[in-house]
Nanobody, 115 residues
Framework: QVQLVESGGGVVQAGGSLRLSCAASGIIFSHYVMGWYRQTPGKQRELVASITPGGSTNYANSVKGRFTISRDNAKNTVYLQMNSLKPEDTAVYYC?????????WGQGTQVTVSS
């Protein structure tokens, strides 16, 4: 049974920081591309950042220079360090694991940035 469990969301003032974590189980974590997505009501889920098994990263233009994705294969965990947060970063953040045709999602964690 695959599980992705996100944590670390919350309420923060603009300019503040949060670190999201996603702990994976039931998969060979080191083989998967891991990603963070976010979604606000009425909008499509969008990619925030991703990291390959080899450590290559990709970021949405809106978060470049502010967010950092990383992974710890020994802990089966992917992180998203979010700095200089803006009100427009408010969303539910989801963890995603992809390998070939297999794609798994976490339940999401709410991030709210107050102005």
């Amino acid at each position: 049974q695959v599980q992705l469990v996100e944590s670390g969301g919350g309420v923060v003032q603009a300019g503040g920081s949060l670190r999201l974590s996603c702990a994976a189980s039931g998969i060979i974590f080191s083989h998967y591309v891991m990603g963070w997505y976010r979604q606000t009501p009425g909008k499509q889920r969008e990619l925030v950042a991703s990291i390959t098994p080899g450590g290559s990263t990709n970021y949405a233009n809106s978060v470049k220079g502010r967010f950092t994705i990383s992974r710890d294969n020994a802990k089966n965990t992917v992180y998203l360090q979010m700095n200089s947060l803006k009100p427009e970063d408010t969303a539910v953040y989801y963890c995603n694991a992809v390998l070939s045709m297999y794609s798994y999602w976490g339940q999401g964690t709410q991030v709210t940035v107050s102005s």
